[in-house]
Nanobody, 125 residues
Framework: QVRPVESGGGLVQAGGSLSLSCTSSGRPFSQYGLGWFRQTQGKAREFVATITWNSSSKTYADSVKGRFTISRDNARGSVVLQMNDLKPEDTAVYYC??????????????????WGQGTQVTVSS
């Protein structure tokens, strides 16, 4: 079973950068579509970015386009969300997600089969 585990969250000033990383503590997810979602207290979880298993397609939320970059290294079994020019409204718990099965892409939360525990990102103004 795939078990996403996030790392790299923390506190940063507005305009700064952070890099989130995710690996699987269980079965490798090199054949899975992967993504990042985020959630702030009292609000629904929202999509941030996704990447297909072979990196052929990447999708971003409008709110992060041009600032965030998703990438993956299947040899290392990792996916990275590079976040630049961070804004206070980016403050949230960020979740790594894997698709429902091998080769499944993530187009929405309904396509997620496995969730990480989340990592806090706080952007101060």
């Amino acid at each position: 079973q795939v078990r996403p585990v996030e790392s790299g969250g923390g506190l940063v000033q507005a305009g700064g950068s952070l890099s989130l990383s995710c690996t699987s503590s269980g079965r490798p997810f090199s054949q899975y579509g992967l993504g990042w979602f985020r959630q702030t207290q009292g609000k629904a979880r929202e999509f941030v970015a996704t990447i297909t298993w072979n990196s052929s397609s990447k999708t971003y939320a409008d709110s992060v386009k041009g600032r965030f970059t998703i990438s993956r290294d299947n040899a290392r079994g990792s996916v990275v969300l590079q976040m630049n020019d961070l804004k206070p409204e980016d403050t949230a718990v960020y979740y790594c997600a894997a698709g429902n099965g091998p080769s499944y892409s993530i187009n929405s939360e309904q396509d997620v089969g496995y969730w990480g525990q989340g990592t806090q990102v706080t952007v101060s103004s």
